[in-house]
């Protein structure tokens, strides 16, 4: 005999579930991954590989021996989401024990802390990266040589060749002629959309992070989303249109010292945060008017800290910071009750 369950309206059933999210997210990023394993070499697999494990078994022991949480989580995807994306975040040279450090500081602060999914206030992702890039700026600022790209770890590595730091370097010359010698060096705009960079960089060094490598395929992931609805346009156009426009009214005014919004959108960390960071469900506004806004002031914050920060990134920082002002945007776009009456004047 069925039972008889009575509960409030509406009755909706959705096919959406924690599980289906997270790995369809991670499915997202297979094109980035499988780039950056060709791009960066066995030192790319080692350091996702680590990220992963290690941010599993870190929410493995915090729920059995801190928590005395009987559930078991490790299998939503939510831990491995985190670990995958902390990876590529990361350089492909970087020290195994740093790895771990990183997931411990992403999983046991920047998500069991708040009690786990859905209770944390920032990305915990972005929690592991920021604290190792405080913590060891050094390690998370060096780059291997193309020649290097093979072997793990890395011989030897050099420090600021990316094209976020030529461009902050051509701001901040001394002369018009050196800003301009500093805007030669980037790379194209084609080259940065399929990652020719990362092997034919002049030699100063590596593309950056892993998920900076090639930004064709973090769009490939961005597509497959929007097709299968686990995000909205919102968060990641409005953040890239942002700085596009931004960038854009600084270059047309000063073309020496600042580059082509096109080389500044797909440089560094910036299509991987819009996409696959501030997209993140539970540190991001609910309503598209909140995203819009939310999005927007992450663009605007990136290109502060990257022209005058003291990082060439900015994107991290920026997401980080807007996580914290999300309650606010959704006290303050929040949608009308069903029925409400607007108050008199």
């Known amino acids: 005999m069925s039972k008889l369950i009575v509960s409030l309206s509406p009755h909706a059933h959705g096919t959406d579930s924690v599980e289906k999210n997270m790995y369809g997210v991670i499915i997202a990023l297979l094109p980035a991954l499988l780039a950056s394993f060709w791009f960066f070499g066995i030192g790319s697999a080692i350091v996702c590989a680590t990220s992963v494990l290690a941010c599993v078994f870190f929410e493995w022991a915090i729920n059995k021996f801190i928590l005395n949480n009987e559930r078991n989580t490790i299998l939503d995807g939510s831990a491995a989401l985190t670990g995958l994306l902390l990876g590529m975040n990361l350089p492909s040279n970087l020290p195994i024990w740093i790895i771990i450090i990183g997931a411990l500081f992403a999983i046991g602060v920047g998500k069991m802390t708040f009690g786990g999914l859905g209770q944390n206030i920032f990305n915990p992702a972005l929690i592991g990266r920021c604290v190792l890039l405080v913590a060891f700026p050094q390690q998370m600022t060096s780059w291997p040589k193309a020649s290097e790209l093979l072997t793990y770890p890395a011989t030897d590595g050099m420090t600021g060749a990316t094209p976020l730091s030529l461009m902050k370097q051509a701001i901040g010359a001394e002369s018009p002629e050196k800003a301009q010698e500093f805007l030669e060096k ?136 807007m996580n914290a002002f999300t309650p606010l945007i959704n006290n303050y776009v929040k949608p009308k009750r069903f029925g409400e009456v607007p108050a008199k004047q």
């Open 186 to 321: 980037i790379p194209t705009s084609l080259d940065l959309l399929l990652g020719n960079h990362a092997s034919t960089f002049e030699g100063l060094g590596g593309a950056g992070s892993l998920g900076e490598v090639c930004a064709l395929a973090l769009i490939v992931g961005l597509v497959f989303m929007l097709w299968r609805k686990i995000i909205t346009w919102h968060t990641p156009v409005s953040i890239i249109a942002t700085v596009f426009v931004v960038s854009g009214i600084m270059n047309l005014a000063d073309p020496v010292h600042y580059a082509s919004p096109v080389q500044v959108i797909l440089s560094g960390g910036l299509m991987l945060g819009a996409i696959f960071m501030a997209t993140d469900y539970v540190t991001s506004p609910m309503t598209h008017k909140g995203q819009l806004i939310y999005g927007v002031c992450i663009g605007l914050l990136t290109i502060v800290i990257r022209n005058w920060g003291a990082y060439p990134e900015g994107m991290s920082f920026a997401i980080l910071i």
